[in-house]
């Protein structure tokens, strides 16, 4: 066909073909340092399963979303003592490999508070009336850049979002902080008791 920009006996068009021979030449993303993993997981659990409080976990968390995090704490964009330097120097392939390794990792929630019935009944009404699920989705297990809160750790979800509500969280979008602006702590603390208890 005219203008056809396919290469006889290829059956590629020139972009495809460009496309592959880049694709080809990057560096292997199965290349993550066992000892960079091992390093990851003395903080944030087996598997990136944290068992430490307020640190949260990895495991299954979207793949765009820990690249994100990753490259922000590289860039000093979100401020932690502890991973900018332990993120310093780290390409962008083991950035995306370190990613995909975690985001691989099965899900092993930590087992939340005794809240009672009455507090996870206002988190899920909080929830629903904030319309969380239409970013991390209906069953909250995120997807791209929104992370997974789905069966992550409680005391980790309540932090965040009194930072997100407070100002206090750097290398955040601002939606975050608008849809937590001016909630009280009890309904804070009785959604993170909510997510907290959601099947990963």
């Known amino acids: 066909m005219a203008g056809s920009s396919r290469s006889p006996g290829i059956g590629l068009g020139r972009g495809s073909a460009f496309a592959l021979a880049l694709f080809l030449s990057l560096p292997a993303l199965a290349d993550t340092k066992p000892e960079r993993i091992t390093l ?28 994100n995090q ?11 003592p502890v991973m900018t330097p332990l993120m310093k120097g780290v390409a962008d392939v083991e950035v995306t490999s370190l990613a995909r390794h975690f985001n691989r990792q099965e899900v092993k929630a ?24 239409q970013c991390h989705l209906p069953t909250y297990r995120g997807r791209d850049q929104m992370p997974r809160l789905a069966g992550q750790r409680e005391d980790y ?37 909510f997510l907290a208890r959601l099947p990963p």
């Not at 290398?171 to 009785?190: F, I, P, Q």
């Open 40 to 67: 990851c997981e003395s903080c944030h659990g087996p598997g990136g399963n944290s068992t430490t409080p307020n640190i949260p976990s990895l495991a299954g968390q979207p793949v765009t979303f820990l690249e």
């Open 70 to 80: 990753l490259i922000f704490f590289r860039e000093e964009l979100r401020r932690a």
């Open 110 to 133: 930590p087992a939340p508070s005794p809240a009672g019935d009455a507090v996870i009944a206002r988190g899920k009404q909080v929830a629903g009336s904030n319309h969380c699920g």
């Open 157 to 193: 979800l309540v932090t965040e979002m009194l930072a997100y509500r407070d100002g206090k969280r750097t290398g955040a979008d601002t939606t975050m902080s608008g849809v937590l602006h001016g909630m009280s702590d009890a309904d804070v603390k009785a959604l993170g008791a």
